[in-house]
Nanobody
């Protein structure tokens, strides 16, 4: 049972990146998946989450419009975070996480209820 995030890197301000996170293991069969980030010296913050059936998404209001979460459940669950118009303040380690036990239609933004975490991928935005 694990989450593996990828897609981070160095990008210039105004650029785009797409992060990907693969969830392996039956525990994720109906799990909600989410993205968080932690900038240097700051607390980890919620970005977005998506239900297993993809019909419900939740965003941090300040990020909606620039960031888009999606997922597919072919074979293993995989979630994507499309990030556009990136700015230096978006520099952070980005984490994917799963919230198991919420059922196929459930999702939320409560960090404490995300019980499986990936290792993080670093995004650096240069000015």
């Amino acid at each position: 049972v694990q989450l593996q995030a990828s897609g981070g890197g160095l990008v210039q301000a105004g650029g785009s990146l797409q992060l990907s996170c693969a969830a392996s293991g039956r525990l994720f069969d109906t799990a909600a998946l989410g993205w968080f980030r932690q900038a240097p010296g700051k607390a980890r913050e919620f970005i977005a989450a998506i239900a297993w059936n993809s019909r419900t998404t939740i965003y941090q209001p300040s990020m909606k419009g620039r960031f888009t979460i999606s997922r597919n459940n072919f074979e293993n669950s995989r979630t994507f975070l499309q990030m556009n118009a990136l700015q230096p303040e978006d520099t952070a380690v980005y984490y994917c996480a799963a919230s198991t036990g919420v059922g196929p239609t459930g999702t939320h933004s409560d960090e404490s209820r995300f019980d499986v975490w990936g290792q993080g991928t670093l995004v650096t935005v240069s000015s």
